[in-house]
C-alpha cells in the first residue's frame, strides 16, 4: 500500500472536482475505512469523509479527523444512536427511519443533516417517483425539527449498471431545483454520485447545480477496474493504478493438463466451470486464494505472460507458459488490484499489509 499514489490520485480528483466547484467527498470504505487511508484523503484536501459503515466513521472522528462525515449507506433503524454520534450527514430514503431519527435528535437535543436519495434508474437506494422524493423532502423541512434538510443525492453504477450522463444529471438538478422551489430556500447538497459520475465531470457536462461527489474507487485502483464506464475520459489516465500491490508466493510449479481428467462435478466454490483443453501447459499455484481477494478477474498480472485460471479458498493457479522469465518455488509474483480485490485484501486477517509512505 503505497500512500505516496494514494495522495497523489486524491490530489487529482480534488483537482478535478475544484475546477468544477464541486465538493469532494472521499468514501473510505474500500480500504475498510483504514485511518492512513483517511488521512490522505484528508491531506490532499477531501472535504468531507464518507463510508457505509459507521464503526469506521467513528474510528476517523476517534483519531482526530476533523471534516465531517457522511454515512452513504442508508440507515439502519437499529443504528440511529451512532448515526446521530458519529455521522454529521447521511443518505436516506425511508421517511419511517427519518422519523425514527427526527425523534431520536430531538430527545438527545442534536441535529442531524439529511441527504434525500433520488433514484434515477440504477435501481437501489432512493425515491424513484418524483412527487415523493419532493413530497419526503417537505416533510423533513416542515415538520422534523431534529433533522436539517442538506439536500438531495444519487447513486448510479452500482445495481444497475447505469452510466452517469448529461441525461440523468440534469435529472438530478431539476429536481433540487424544484425542492428549492417547494421549501423557498437553497440546498447546500445536490450529490451527483460516486466515481462513475466523473465521467459527465470530465465531458463537460455536468450541471452546475450539482456541487458534490463521493469518490472512492477510482483513487484508490487508478481505474483499473473502471475503464468500462470511462472509455473516453483521457484525464483517468493522471491517475496510479499501482497504490496497492499483492505479493503472492509460488508454492508449486509443474506443467498438467488443461482439462481436468475424470467425471466433472462442482469445483471448491459449488460451480461447475468449463474447461478448454489447451494440451499441457506449465503453472504454478501461489498460496493465496479466493478467500483473500475474492475473484480471480481482480487480479492483474504485472509479468507479460501470466494469466490466473483458477483458485479455491487458499489457493491461485497461474498459467505460465507463455511467461518469458524464469519462475522458481519461493519466489513472488506481484499483481495489481480492481477494486473489489483492494476491499477484501484489506479486510483480510491472513495478508501482511506493508505500508509505504
Ligand atoms: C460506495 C459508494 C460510493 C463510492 O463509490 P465509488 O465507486 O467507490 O467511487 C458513493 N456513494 C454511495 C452511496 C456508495 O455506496
Known sequence: MNHEVLRNNASKVKEW????????????????????FAKDVAAAGAEMLASSRLEQLKRCRDAGIELPTLLIRV??????????????????????????????????????????????GDLREGWIDEDELINAAVHVEDSMDGLIL???GTNLGCYGSIVADEQNMTQLAELAERIEESIGRELEIVSGGASSSLKPLMDGVMPSKINMLRIGA???????????????????????????????????????????????????????????????????????????????????????????????????????????????????????LKYSAIMRLTMSENVKLCEID
Do not use: W
Open 150 to 152: 442538506a439536500g438531495i
Open 218 to 336: 477510482v483513487v484508490l485502483d487508478g481505474c483499473l477496474d473502471d475503464v468500462r464506464i470511462f472509455y473516453d475520459v483521457k484525464e483517468l489516465d493522471e491517475l496510479r493504478d499501482d497504490a496497492f500491490i499483492l505479493k503472492a508466493e509460488v508454492i508449486e510449479k509443474k506443467t498438467k493438463p488443461t482439462h481436468p481428467i475424470g467425471t466433472l462435478g462442482v469445483n471448491a466454490f459449488g460451480k461447475s466451470p468449463e474447461y478448454i483443453d489447451r494440451g499441457n501447459r506449465e503453472r504454478v499455484i501461489l498460496a493465496i486464494g479466493g478467500q483473500d481477494y475474492g475473484d480471480i478477474a481482480d487480479l492483474v498480472p504485472t509479468v507479460e505472460g501470466m494469466e490466473v485460471i483458477g483458485a479455491s479458498g487458499d489457493h491461485t493457479i497461474v498459467d505460465i507458459e507463455d511467461c518469458k522469465k524464469p519462475l522458481a518455488i519461493g519466489d513472488i509474483i506481484e499483481f495489481k
Open 75 to 120: 440507515p439502519m433503524i437499529s443504528e440511529l444512536d451512532d448515526v446521530l454520534e458519529y455521522a454529521d450527514y447521511s443518505l436516506n430514503s425511508e421517511i419511517a427511519t427519518l422519523e425514527a431519527l427526527n425523534e431520536k435528535a430531538l430527545k438527545k437535543g442534536v441535529e442531524h443533516k439529511v441527504i434525500l436519495m433520488a433514484d434515477l
Open 17 to 36: 472536482c475544484d475546477a468544477a466547484g464541486i465538493m469532494y467527498c472521499a468514501v473510505v470504505k474500500g480500504t475498510n475505512g483504514m485511518l492512513s
